[in-house]
DNA sequence: TATTTTAATCGTAAAACTACGATAAACGAT
DNA sequence: ATCGTTTATCGTAGTTTTACGATTAAAATA
């Protein structure tokens, strides 16, 4: 059946882990982490920043703009992308209030 | 070819990206916060307390456990789970770094 | 208008993930 | 020694992810 039940958990817990699955590829942590450092590129350069091919890159874009990370503006033929804030600022809430309950709590 | 090239990442994109992926299943976050909650459970109590079968969250234990987010202590037939500080506390410091040059950065 | 550049999408293949029933292994209790 | 309880593992099926070449679409340029 594989169905995935996630309305059998809390809309905090699905969606910290769609935020998370986000993150779970080195790639993406990459583009976070240049997007912050030049506030916003071009995609050209993160293609050709990162070991994968332009298709590739354009997929882990797309997941990154789903999930409300980042925003693209198209610009003539290129497309430059940026962090969006709001994204950004949920997923520190969401991990904010997770970690206050689970840092300094081991038996 | 299908590989990874994680080795064309830096090793803090990689462990964080591997980290975040153990965060990416909504069962996952929730034994994280009954763990939290309950400083320390038997395995049998995580698996009531979830909407999956029994096989399924020992599955996601291993998980959480192989990625080091949680110990798992045998005591007689029943396993009793904590948090791995150890873990927890790598995570918060990568996350910590990639937000703090994440955060308040949008055009 | 034809050409070039840029980036998304399509098609596809391999691998990993998710889920579960069935089984096995380990221990306590009878 | 046998039985019941507890949890890990096995086997398996369906889905999703990752990756890439090829193609398409859109815009600038010649």
Chains 1, 2 share one sequence.
Request: hydrophobic share 45%; glycine share 4%; aromatic share 2%.
């Amino acid at each position: 059946m594989t169905r995935t039940k996630t309305d059998l958990f809390t809309p905090e817990e699905t969606r910290l882990a769609e935020l998370a699955k986000a993150l779970a590829h080195p790639a993406r942590i990459a583009i976070l982490k240049m997007l912050a450092a030049k506030n916003a590129c071009i995609c050209g350069e993160i293609v050709d920043e990162l070991p994968l091919a332009q298709a590739t890159v354009s997929q882990h874009l797309k997941e990154l703009k789903n999930v409300g990370l980042i925003k693209g503006e198209i610009d003539g033929p290129k497309v430059c992308y940026c962090l969006n804030d709001d994204g950004i600022k949920e997923l520190h809430s969401l991990w904010a209030a997770l970690e206050s309950t689970v840092i300094a709590k081991c038996c």
